[in-house]
Nanobody, 115 residues
Framework: EVQLVESGGGLVQPGGSLRLSCVASGFMFSRNYMSWVRQAPGKGLEWVSNINNEDKPMYADSVKGRFTISRDNMKKTLYLQMNNLKPEDTGVYYC?????????RGQGTQVTVSS
């Protein structure tokens, strides 16, 4: 059974930073694309970033230059380093198996950017 457990969310002021983590189990983590998606209040899911099994990242234009995705295959953990956070980054962040968040997702972690 695929399990994905996110952590690291919280309340941060604009311009601040957070690092999200996602621990994976139940599948061959190192061989899979992994992604982050988010859902702002009252809106649909938005793809944020993905990373392939060769550590090549891709980012949505809205986060490019501010967010960094990475993975540790030994720990079966996916990360999202988020810098220079903006109020529009507020939402629930989910990690997902696959490139665009359409496969299994975790329960999510809340990120709130507010002064």
């Amino acid at each position: 059974e695929v399990q994905l457990v996110e952590s690291g969310g919280g309340l941060v002021q604009p311009g601040g930073s957070l690092r999200l983590s996602c621990v994976a189990s139940g599948f061959m983590f190192s061989r899979n694309y992994m992604s982050w998606v988010r859902q702002a209040p009252g809106k649909g899911l938005e793809w944020v970033s993905n990373i392939n099994n060769e550590d090549k990242p891709m980012y949505a234009d809205s986060v490019k230059g501010r967010f960094t995705i990475s993975r540790d295959n030994m720990k079966k953990t996916l990360y999202l380093q988020m810098n220079n956070l903006k109020p529009e980054d507020t939402g629930v962040y989910y990690c997902s198996r696959g490139p665009f968040g359409r496969l299994e997702r975790g329960q999510g972690t809340q990120v709130t950017v507010s002064s």
